[in-house]
């Protein structure tokens, strides 16, 4: 919604002029807080006239409807409803304010209130009153469209199509309209009509870019991908604030058809906006090294700034480097003015991840300081205090974050624990219920495997730690935390297995394992140290130049492959993580794969029935995917390289289960083919 007290200093504005014509000096300590508000004078100094004005002349309405707007941007909604309705007791014509915009005004604090039944009561009093008023005209407008927002929010949406058809009926080019019909229809499964109503949207003006970001949505709701994507790009073009959680939920299920669409556009336009989209792509696919290279590219063309130093850092955790990570965090902090909560408690988590209690817990300090009711700095000061052996103060932390702030589950999580350690079970297991309680929700950042474990409900810690999994399949914290899961449940060897997962899928946090005490239970595995030597000799390298002046990024798989008679060469691949054998032919340019390896992977779990987009010659009677079928490949694995989502098409008579073009490798990178030793070479920068 509008914010409220904008559009009362609207009204003062308009209305000022001819109310200083009739100055009645009554009403001085009004007419003094209104020229404040309008020349954005201090609030506390407009409250204090208001106050003056009111204790002189209580029954002056217009006073009161101005002081209930400053109680409402202060969230004080008891007080915004006493002024409001005694407004309305005390309401005589010829004042600032037409009498529609008190209920108008009341209609939004219920609705802050979320008391919906009410707020559409003084909605619908205020469009009838609105109605009545010729100078009312232009706030029919904004009326109806909250009204509809209410009736959306309530999933009304028949209700919110009669406002918004008002709306059209009043001016039938109204963009703001027409997208909340197809918002309605989208929340009604009615695609093919709203991709109809947002064409022709499209054509009353076509920088309006809600036209795009609902379009986007319906493309991806049906099923086509790309054209979503290309609507994004433009949604991306036109936005002055575009959503980025609405197009890292479009992009991200084409990454590398989104990285290209991106790439074009920096071609054309050599722009910082378009090349900070470029590196949200490689951290949506998990590709932090390449995002890193590209923040370096970034400070060198543009300078350096609290956004690169910040992001960077958070990419070089991601790879596992600490100190590089503590570095720029720290850049990040002083180019500022030392007191960013945020930036603080980022350094003060790399610290703890690298063992470096002392200095993590100097800066969860400080972030108590900062933000004293935000339960975080208090969990995690608690836990360094826990991990350097201090239980008393980990305990005093504990209760102190639960004091401010009792809907943090993790620190009820932590505090069990502790309990627990502590012989006192029936305290432990009330802080474990409690996070269950509370954590209803199968995402990054769920604790609530960890509780159900604890309460001896390893069955049901599983299946939720595998659908935190399921939600982002790519992320590598998630096997992290299964392994940690499964290494308490003394499952030692799926632990392990679980990590080679979380390090396949880029994890490389090795200060955090070493400190973790949730690895501890298969520390001395030779299969663990064995991993750890694996992946400790093969990071995500970055190398600086004598001159730190750039960084260089570069991933080399070397594969071997068989040369046939027929000229292609087979080499070894992963699908979807079934083994396969691949043929690469250097004149081809698309991705094909046999109907019987294809009906396959169906019928053993290797493709899903959503990885199936050709769906017209799909049987779903004898489960069978046939010929002319277009499917996608969640991930190709060659090497060290991996593709993600991948479209395939599915032929009948061929030879090969699998055939890979050129120009598809070159999706992974540089890729050479070295006759003399049979090897394919991918370098990835």
């Known amino acids: ?167 059209l009926k009043h001016d039938e080019a109204d963009q703001v309209a027409m997208i909340g019909l197809i918002r309605n229809m989208i929340a009604r499964k009615e695609y093919d009509k709203a991709l109809e109503l947002v064409n022709k949207c499209e054509k009353y003006d076509a920088d309006y870019e809600e036209t795009y970001c609902y379009r986007m949505q319906i493309y991806d709701k049906m099923g086509e991908t790309d054209k979503a994507i290309d609507d994004a790009v433009i949604y991306f073009e036109k936005s002055d604030d575009p959503r980025h959680y609405l197009l890292k939920s479009i992009m991200g299920k084409h990454l590398s058809y989104a990285l290209a669409k991106v790439q074009s556009r920096i071609q054309t336009n050599n722009d910082y906006s378009w090349k900070q989209l470029r590196i949200h792509i490689y951290k949506w696919g998990h590709d932090y090294a390449n995002a890193i290279q590209y923040y370096n590219q970034l400070e060198q063309e543009f300078g350096s700034s609290i956004p690169i130093y910040y992001n960077r850092s958070e990419c070089y955790n991601e790879i596992g480097d600490t100190e590089r990570a503590i570095a720029d965090i720290t850049k990040c902090i002083e180019l500022g003015d ?175 394992i070493e400190h973790d005490d949730d690895m501890d239970a298969i520390r001395e595995l030779p299969e663990f140290k064995h991993l750890i030597e694996e992946y400790k000799a093969k990071p995500i390298r970055i190398e600086a130049d004598d001159e730190q002046a750039k960084d260089k990024i570069e991933t080399i798989s070397e594969i071997q492959m068989k040369k046939m008679h027929s000229g292609l060469y087979e080499i070894p691949c992963t699908i979807n993580e079934l083994p396969l054998k691949f043929f690469f032919d250097t004149g081809a340019s698309t991705v094909t794969i046999s109907s019987v390896e294809a009906n396959f992977m169906l019928k053993n779990g290797y493709l899903k029935s959503d990885d199936i987009k050709g769906k017209e010659y799909y049987s779903v009677a004898t489960g069978e995917i046939h010929e002319g079928t277009t499917i996608r490949l969640r991930e190709i694995k060659i090497g060290d390289a991996i593709l993600r989502n991948v479209d395939a098409s599915v032929v009948h008579n061929q030879q090969a289960p699998l055939l890979l073009g050129q120009t598809v490798l070159e999706r992974f990178g540089t890729v050479t083919i070295d006759n003399i030793n049979s090897k394919l070479i991918i370098k990835q920068k």
Not at 94 to 109: L, M, S, V
Not at 364 to 369: L, Q
């Open 338 to 512: 030392g007191k960013d909560y945020d930036a603080i408690i980022a350094r003060a988590d790399y610290y703890r991840k690298g063992g470096q209690y002392k200095e993590a817990i100097a800066d969860f300090t400080k972030g108590v300081e900062l933000e004293p009711t935000n339960a975080y700095p208090y969990y995690k000061r608690g836990w360094c205090y826990e991990l350097s052996g201090d239980d008393d103060s980990a305990m005093k932390d504990y209760n102190a974050g639960i004091d401010v702030d009792k809907s943090y589950p993790y620190i009820f999580l932590t505090r069990g624990e502790l309990y627990l350690k502590r012989g006192k079970k029936e305290k432990a297991n009330t802080d474990f219920n409690e996070v269950i309680r509370q954590d209803t929700v199968a995402r990054s950042g769920s604790c609530r495997q960890y509780a159900l474990h604890f309460l001896g409900r390893d069955a049901e810690a599983l299946e939720w730690m595998d659908k935190i999994i399921a939600a982002d399949s790519t992320r590598s914290g998630g096997y992290y935390d299964k392994s940690c899961l499964l290494a308490r449940m003394g499952r030692l060897n799926e632990s392990v297995a679980a990590l080679r997962k979380a390090f396949e899928n880029g994890y490389r946090s090795f200060a955090h």
């Open 1 to 167: 919604m509008k914010n409220y007290l904008l559009i009362i200093l609207l009204l003062c504005a308009g209305a000022y002029n001819g109310y200083g014509q009739k100055k009645q000096p009554s009403d001085y300590h009004l007419q003094k807080a209104i020229d404040l508000m309008q020349n954005n004078g201090d609030e506390k100094e407009v409250m204090e006239c208001l106050d003056q004005q009111l204790q002189e002349t209580p029954d002056n309405a217009d006073a009161r409807v101005v002081r209930a707007t400053l109680y409402l941007k202060q969230k004080k909604y008891g007080n915004v409803l006493s002024d409001m309705n005694l407004a309305i007791k005390y309401y005589k014509k010829g004042g600032i304010f037409p009498k529609y915009t008190i209920y108008w005004g009341r209609a939004r604090a219920y609705y802050d209130m979320e008391d919906f039944d009410k707020a559409l009561a003084d909605y619908d009093t205020a469009y009838k009153l609105v109605l009545k008023d010729k100078k009312g005209t232009t706030d029919i407008y904004d009326i109806l469209y909250e009204r509809a927002q209410i009736y959306y929010d309530l999933k009304d949406y028949a209700n919110a199509d009669a406002d918004y058809w008002q709306m």
